[in-house]
T-cell receptor
Framework: GGIITQTPKFLIGQEGQKLTLKCQQN?????MYWYRQDSGKGLRLIYY???????QKGDLSEGYDASREKKSSFSLTVTSAQKNEMAVFLC???????????FGPGTRLTVL | QQKVQQSPESLIVPEGAMTSLNCTFS??????FAWYRQHSGKAPKALMS????GEKEEGRFTIHLNKASLHFSLHIRDSQPSDSALYLC???????????FGAGTRLAVCP
């Protein structure tokens, strides 16, 4: 079995600050995802990547950048943190040819 | 663009009851339908999935799909307090890459 690790678990930043969230997976999966989950709500796709150095925008990409420098890692940057984007950010991965996604435990973002 | 809607938003049932959760989708070409379960503070985890019309049963859980009515559902038999969680439905259309999730149904099973 594998695991997805997200760091940090809690991230506190100031309004306007640039913040980076990291995700690592040891499944050796090709595709990785970043989702945002507002309190108790569903998941909205921010970015995904089908292979190293590939980036695809999701429905909620404005205000975010992403980076996939290695197959095993996928980073998300909040370019200018706003109070209305306090949420849990979930990373997921999926093996090629399968549809099921495997999720990490999330990073909870608080903006002061 | 695919739209996925869930009902109800929240549900409280007594232990031992049958629970039914509903999901509608907008893209009639959707090929894959799944339910994920997320316990409080934990990662969402895939529970069940289905590809074609009909039913699929795994233990106490049954998934039912009716593509003509753009509807699928999850039924939990003999609901347990440990089933209390946020249930997310998801549908896939187009490439394998993008699952569209619903907003979730929060289930509480009371002993």
């Amino acid at each position: 079995g594998g695991i997805i690790t997200q760091t940090p678990k809690f991230l506190i930043g100031q309004e306007g600050q640039k913040l980076t969230l990291k995700c690592q997976q040891n499944f050796n999966h090709d595709t990785m995802y970043w989702y945002r989950q507002d309190s108790g709500k569903g998941l909205r796709l921010i970015y995904y990547s089908i292979t190293e150095n590939d980036l695809q925008k999701g429905d909620l990409s404005e205000g975010y950048d992403a980076s996939r420098e290695k197959k095993s890692s996928f980073s998300l940057t909040v370019t200018s943190a706003q109070k209305n984007e306090m949420a849990v950010f979930l990373c997921a991965s999926r093996p090629g040819g399968a549809r099921e996604q495997y999720f990490g435990p999330g990073t909870r973002l608080t903006v002061l | 663009q695919q739209k996925v809607q869930q009902s109800p938003e929240s549900l409280i049932v007594p232990e031992g009851a049958m629970t039914s959760l509903n999901c509608t989708f907008s893209d009639s070409a959707s090929q894959y339908f799944a339910w994920y379960r997320q316990h409080s503070g934990k990662a969402p985890k895939a529970l069940m999935s289905i590809f074609s019309n009909g039913e699929k049963e795994e233990g106490r859980f049954t998934i039912h799909l009716n593509k003509a009515s753009l509807h699928f559902s999850l039924h939990i038999r003999d609901s347990q307090p440990s089933d209390s969680a946020l249930y997310l439905c998801a549908a896939l259309s187009g490439s394998f890459n993008k699952l569209t999730f619903g907003a979730g149904t929060r289930l509480a099973v009371c002993p």
